[in-house]
């Protein structure tokens, strides 16, 4: 199962990163595009640790491979597309109600700031 998952996780997301980091290479050292190969292995290790840790504490609660394949397909369509991964969507602003880009910690018509708190055991990858 843990393979699966990580197929699922390690899929097209580690594909675009690195054609990202291969074109970023093209005006950077080659030890700025080692530093962030690095990051980005050490972040992906920790993930999948994390990943690991909360699977084992579900199986011994009695979830199956076959409830965690099926929400992983409920959570990967709830942006439209099946396609292993989540694609950031827009949101609404707390305080104008106007529509802000994904990524953005503040409202780009009142400044409002959007930042959520965050908390858990994701935090810092
Ligand atoms: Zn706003």
Redesign the pocket.
Same mark, same amino acid.
């Given at each position: 199962m843990f393979d699966f998952l990580m197929g699922y996780v390690m899929g097209e997301r580690t594909a675009a990163r690195a054609a990202t980091m291969a074109r970023a290479a093209a005006g950077a050292s080659a030890g700025a595009v080692a530093g962030e190969f690095h990051d980005v292995n050490e972040r992906v290790d920790r993930l999948i640790l994390v990943v690991d840790a909360m699977w084992s504490l579900l199986k011994e609660s009695g979830w199956t491979d076959e409830q965690l394949k099926a929400r992983i397909l409920e959570i990967d369509s709830e942006d439209g597309v099946v396609d292993g991964r989540l694609t950031p969507q827009r949101h609404r /602003?707390t305080? !104008?109600d106007?529509m802000v880009e994904p990524g953005r910690s503040t /409202?780009t018509? !009142?400044g409002?700031d959007l930042a959520a708190p965050q908390s858990g055991p994701t935090d810092g990858i």
């Open positions: /602003c305080k !104008c106007s /409202c018509y !009142c409002a």
